[in-house]
């Protein structure tokens, strides 16, 4: 039976399918049917989807839906104490509210079945909360999803706020066609979507025109591509048709309509911490896609069903049978390649190439990067490696020997070689990331991110090679070439920019829009603005979406500050500590701000909440030195810049500004002796090496300058900076 009736026509129907297929309509709810419809046809698919993850991955709560007692327990953790029970038919919750008391909450919603089950409650404006007591329907228990995590409850992070909030954590991937719908001036929502699970209709996509068209042409039926992920559909398409929930990532679209691809409609993050270690490997959760892009699974058009059914999402085979699909089981599945005797957790082939990390307090997930043990990056970098992971009792040094000896040296060709110098700022770092960027052979997120890195090495990158990339192939690699240009915030490479304005993919068009925000509008280059005018609306709906994250706020402030609009940047930065009010970071720069605006008391003031919230956090001592350094007060300055460094002993900024400041107030002897202990931190930082040459230099101490700028050459050959400092030193 099909839920469209037998009078509905196709041309009456037309017009609507040419316009939701749009960049800026949304799908009406109308055009999804529910599941129920599928089943009819598709009844194979429906028994191994109903059940599921994704067909419970949220649901109204009820007895039946509810797996937990809610029988009186209580629990205790983090010194509070959570009350679960049942009143009216009901399910509540008395725990910690926003105000730092206990009141008592009742249970709208439940999300998930396995390992654990967390559930929702409702808040004033529209706000829906995830509680962070979750339960464990294994063990039978309540447990605290951060166990070792103390939040205080005026934090973003209390699950009262935006931290555990289900309208923008948790909505865009639970349900299907979901609108947000956001109200800043209220800060509230009215979040809408059309069925309350991943349904059929979340992947496939609307099923009212497939259902017509089945019903109009019968055995003469071909689908007419407004169905999504079918049997048709390419390898890598499918994987970023799955990314658009299984990815950690920025929205930049207010409605998901199955239009383009994931960077038409979101960002992914990119390989740095704290998401991932410095080679890549999973820290925090990526959901999955950016591990996986950078696998050569994925480059050899691996896709996600070749391993998981498409409904029960299910892995196809258990064990070894799974990987030996397309790896011959007689070479690989053997002690003479594994070296661990058959049938142990050592012979299992995910337990060395996809390691894993438990999340939310029992999840475990795996690394799908499938990547080669390397602890010789361990022992170099600090990196994890499978070896160690089981070995609890060994060290990195005794997993290099034993891989040596069973394998010999590393001699295969991996981007991590690259980006873990680069992103631990180890020696060779700077040349290394420039290496991996141009290498079209390697991932493109492990060249983003790569490019991502060289953006914040303004002094040890030329500007016009990094430009270069902003015609590259990859879209992840445009987007992070415009990032770490505006980081640099140098405005010789605007002109470059232009032509991203007419990008394929929205997201690269946005940043290219913000990159220009110095650029009066008047002024763009009469054959831009008809584009410029376009992503205008798109840089508008990206800010309007993100405006109840602090992140969003943040943007909008910055661009308004490209712009010269100081005092509307400023209330942007008060507006994101009013969702945010314990957050430093952002305190920190509106402190800046303050100081920037001549509104030196507001800038003291604030400096002094933050020291005041948190005495030992580094980053404020550091920026209240720098604002005192331009005050021209050095004595103050360098107090607060040496509180800095005992409080965060790692930021190198804070030794290179203290060893001006002590140049400042003649005392050169300091001046050396705190980059000495900078370069204890990390021995080969450029900018520090750097400093300590032009030190020797200005104090007449040639030799030790000119040995210091050799070694740099050497380390960065393609530096012309450091060329010509050492030509100098050489008359």
């Known amino acids: 039976m099909f839920c469209v009736s037998c009078n509905d026509k196709k041309s009456d129907y037309q017009p609507v399918v040419e316009t939701i297929f749009n960049t800026t309509k949304r799908i009406p709810d109308s055009l999804f049917l529910g599941d129920q419809n599928c089943k009819s046809c598709h009844k194979e698919h429906f028994d191994k989807w109903q059940g599921s993850h994704h067909d419970k991955s949220m649901q109204i709560a009820s007895r039946e839906t509810i797996l937990a007692d809610f029988n009186g327990e209580k629990f205790r953790s983090q010194g509070v104490q959570s009350h679960f029970f049942q009143k009216n038919n009901a399910f509540y919750v008395n725990t910690e509210g926003p105000d730092g008391k206990n009141h008592d909450y009742k249970i709208e919603y439940v999300f998930g079945i396995t390992p654990l089950q967390q559930y929702i409650v409702k808040f004033p404006n529209g706000h829906y909360q995830c509680l962070r007591t979750a339960w464990d329907p294994e063990k039978k228990k309540w447990f605290d999803l951060y166990p070792d995590f103390k939040v205080v409850h005026s934090e973003w992070l209390h699950w009262s706020r935006g931290g555990l909030n289900w309208n923008n954590m948790c909505a865009d991937c639970h349900s299907t066609n979901v609108r947000k ?22 992947c496939h996509g609307p099923g009212k025109q497939h259902v017509l068209d089945v019903a109009t042409l019968g055995k003469k039926y071909k689908n007419t591509g407004t169905m999504q992920m079918t049997s048709d559909t390419p390898p890598k398409t499918l994987v970023d048709q799955c990314a658009r929930c299984h990815v950690r990532r920025e929205q930049v679209t207010e409605y998901f309509n199955f239009e383009g691809s994931l960077l ?32 050569k699974m994925y480059h050899n058009n691996v896709t996600c069903t070749d391993c998981h059914d498409a409904h029960s999402l299910e892995r196809k085979f258990e064990g070894n049978m799974l990987c030996a699909q397309c790896h011959l089981p007689e070479t690989y599945d053997t002690e003479k390649h594994h070296f661990h005797k058959q049938g142990t957790e050592g012979a299992q082939c995910i337990n060395c190439h996809m390691t894993g990390k438990y999340y939310m ?20 970098y600090g990196t ?30 991996h981007f991590s070689d690259l980006l873990t110098p680069g992103l ?32 914040n090495t303004p002094n040890t990158i030329d500007i016009n090679s990094l430009t270069a990339f902003l015609d590259d192939m990859s879209p992840l690699v445009r987007a992070s070439t415009i990032d770490a240009l505006n980081d640099m915030s140098n405005p010789d490479y605007l002109s470059a920019v232009y032509p991203l304005l007419e990008d394929a993919k929205r997201a690269v068009r946005i940043k290219a829009f913000n990159a220009l925000a110095p650029i009066p509008e008047g002024n763009i280059p009469e054959n831009y603005r008809a584009n410029y005018t376009k992503v205008k609306k798109e840089y508008a709906t990206y800010l309007k979406v993100n405006a109840d994250f602090v992140g969003g706020r943040i943007n909008r402030a910055n661009y308004l500050l490209k712009k010269g609009r100081v005092q509307k940047a400023i209330e942007g930065y008060e507006s994101a500590l009013g969702i945010d009010p314990t957050n430093n970071i952002v305190r920190t720069n509106l402190s800046n701000l303050y100081y920037q605006n001549k509104d030196f008391d507001k800038a003291e003031d604030a400096f002094q909440t933050i020291i005041d919230q948190e005495p030992t956090y580094g980053p404020t001592y ?49 001046a050396e002796n705190t980059i000495v202990k900078g370069l204890k931190q990390e021995p080969n930082n450029e900018q520090l090496l750097y400093l300590l040459a032009f030190h020797y230099s200005k104090h007449s101490e040639i030799e030790k300058a000119k040995n210091i700028m050799s070694k740099l050459v050497e380390q960065s050959p393609n530096n012309a900076q450091y060329h010509q400092f050492l030509q100098q030193l050489n008359p």
Not at 268 to 283: A, K, N, R, S
Not at 622 to 650: F, T, V
Request: aromatic letters at 12%.
């Open 181 to 202: 719908n956001y109200t800043q001036k209220t800060h509230s929502y009215d979040t809408k979507y059309a069925l309350i699970n991943v349904s059929c209709e979340a």
């Open 264 to 295: 038409d409609h979101y960002f992914p993050f990119l390989l740095e911490t704290p998401v991932y270690h410095e080679d890549g490997q999973i820290l925090d959760e990526d959901y999955v896609y950016g591990s996986f892009i950078q696998s």
């Open 361 to 380: 307090g029992n999840d475990f997930r795996r690394d799908h990067s499938f990547r080669i043990p390397r602890p010789d990056l361990s022992v170099k």
């Open 384 to 413: 994890p490696n499978a070896c160690t992971g089981c070995h609890k009792d060994k060290d990195d040094a005794w997993a290099e020997n034993e891989f040596i000896k069973q394998y010999g040296q590393p001699d295969y060709n």
């Open 424 to 455: 631990a700022n180890a020696a060779h770092g700077t040349e290394a990331l420039q290496r991996l960027a141009k290498d079209t052979s390697y991932p493109a997120i492990a060249r983003a991110s790569a490019i991502n890195k060289l953006g």
């Open 622 to 670: 550091y920026s209240y030195g720098l604002l005192l350094a331009e005050l021209e007060e050095y004595n103050e300055a360098i107090a607060q810049m040496e509180l800095a460094i005992k409080h965060m002993p790692q930021n190198i900024r804070a030794y290179y500004n203290l060893s001006l400041l002590y140049d400042k107030t003649k005392n050169p002897k300091l």
